[in-house]
């Protein structure tokens, strides 16, 4: 791979030895104005990230191609210098998703040695590929869909057939993994304030896309009265975890039971590591009634069949659906409120 091939694949073994064997020291990079155009890419990778997604550039020389790729270390340190989890997994996702489109469209030579690269260990001819069941497990145990369960794939003596798509697919995993669990970097502060500019402006933008799926926001949703399994999946859900198809189905419903709106709920799904806004949004749209039939979230004792009830609190014991749960604890906290600004009167009264 060349320098053009590291501009779009910057997170590959090769890419850090040529940036290693450049002619500039290390610290240049955030302090001089020389390179004040590879930190503004770099700010604009990790913006895109918590937007709409990061486009490769095009590079027509070798000038421009260093340049984007010398932005990728910048990115880096830029997500480790606000050390946010969301970011984190956002950003490294992001990186794995703009890389999938160009994967796709490789050589099969330079799509295996990319397997190789991530360890996968593939066998590619032209017209089948097929990697070894360990490393399928591996990488698509974290896609929820259906087709991707080891049982529904074709497996010959230990090898698992794909398509081209889906071992690019794979490895896109692979690289968002590589990515996700090599954040946050040790930045020392000098580095951080150097970058203060940057780091102020895409916090500002990632505190505007959170506070956009934070269910505090809604008025009419109570966050301190969700029950312990909902609490649970939408901490995970709101952190990447890919929930399972039936707790995105219970904690979706939940949801759109309580009150949140579509939008809402989708920006929760999209850190999950196999997020598709369209899907999902017609997901959510089929549950929210979309197609006449609207969704109630399941009871308790479906929770408990699926491994969703993750531990009762006491309140539990009285209930036999979680929203039950939900409206017992709102009414709950709504007493407790009346009998202390009854209390709080009755003080103010004494004084006065
Ligand atoms: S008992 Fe019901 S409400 Fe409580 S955690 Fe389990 S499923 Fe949720």
């Known amino acids: 791979m060349d320098v053009f091939g590291f501009a779009q694949f910057p997170y590959v073994s090769g890419a850090l030895k040529y940036v290693e064997a450049l002619d500039f020291k290390l610290d240049e990079l955030f302090f001089d104005r020389v390179f004040g155009q590879v930190r503004e890419r770099g700010?604009?990778?990790?913006?895109?990230?918590?937007?709409?997604?990061?486009?490769?550039?095009?590079?027509?020389?070798?000038?421009?191609?260093?340049?984007?790729?010398?932005?990728?270390?910048?990115?880096?340190?830029?997500?480790?210098?606000?050390?946010d989890n969301y970011l984190i997994k956002r950003y490294a996702l992001a990186e794995a998703k703009s890389s999938y489109e160009t994967l796709k469209k490789l050589?099969?030579?330079?799509?295996?040695?990319?397997?190789?690269?991530?360890?996968?260990?593939?066998?590619?001819?032209?017209?089948?590929?097929?990697?070894?069941?360990?490393?399928?497990?591996?990488?698509?145990?974290?896609?929820?869909?259906?087709?991707?369960?080891?049982?529904?794939?074709?497996?010959?003596?230990?090898?698992?057939?794909?398509?081209?798509?889906?071992?690019?697919?794979i490895i896109e995993e692979a690289i968002r993994k590589r990515i996700e669990s090599g954040l946050p970097l040790d930045v020392p502060p000098e580095i951080c304030a150097a970058l203060d500019e940057h780091v102020k402006e895409i916090r500002a933008v990632l505190d505007v896309r959170k506070s956009e799926f934070e269910i505090g926001e809604f008025s009419e949703i109570m966050p301190d009265c969700f029950p312990p399994c909902m609490a649970h999946a939408l901490s995970g859900a709101q952190s990447g975890v890919n929930l399972s198809h039936s707790?995105?189905?219970?904690?979706?419903?939940?949801?759109?039971?309580?009150?949140?709106?579509v939008d809402g709920i989708i920006g929760l799904f999209r850190v999950s590591p196999d997020f598709d806004e369209e899907r999902t949004r017609y997901q959510v749209m089929h549950i929210h009634g979309a197609t006449?039939?609207?969704?109630?979230?399941?009871?308790?004792?479906?929770?408990?069949?699926?491994?969703?009830?993750?531990?009762?609190?006491?309140?539990?014991?009285?209930?036999?659906?979680?929203?039950?749960?939900?409206?017992?604890?709102?009414?709950?906290?709504?007493?407790?409120?009346?009998?202390?600004?009854?209390?709080?009167?009755?003080?103010?009264?004494?004084?006065?």
């Open 107 to 169: 050589p099969d030579i330079d799509l295996k040695d990319f397997a190789e690269e991530f360890d996968i260990a593939a066998k590619i001819d032209g017209r089948e590929y097929v990697i070894h069941f360990t490393d399928y497990i591996r990488h698509a145990s974290a896609i929820h869909e259906h087709e991707w369960k080891l049982i529904n794939r074709k497996m010959d003596h230990g090898w698992v057939h794909l398509s081209r798509e889906k071992l690019s697919r």
């Open 43 to 83: 700010k604009e990778r990790v913006l895109s990230a918590i937007g709409e997604g990061i486009k490769k550039s095009v590079c027509t020389d070798r000038t421009g191609a260093e340049k984007e790729l010398l932005s990728y270390p910048v990115a880096r340190i830029l997500v480790s210098c606000i050390n």
């Open 247 to 261: 707790m995105r189905f219970a904690l979706t419903s939940f949801l759109l039971n309580i009150g949140m709106n």
């Open 292 to 352: 006449g039939t609207v969704y109630k979230s399941p009871s308790c004792a479906t929770m408990v069949t699926y491994g969703n009830c993750i531990g009762k609190e006491t309140l539990c014991e009285r209930i036999s659906h979680p929203l039950g749960f939900y409206r017992k604890k709102a009414w709950i906290l709504k007493k407790m409120s009346a009998v202390k600004d009854a209390g709080d009167k009755t003080y103010i009264q004494k004084e006065s």
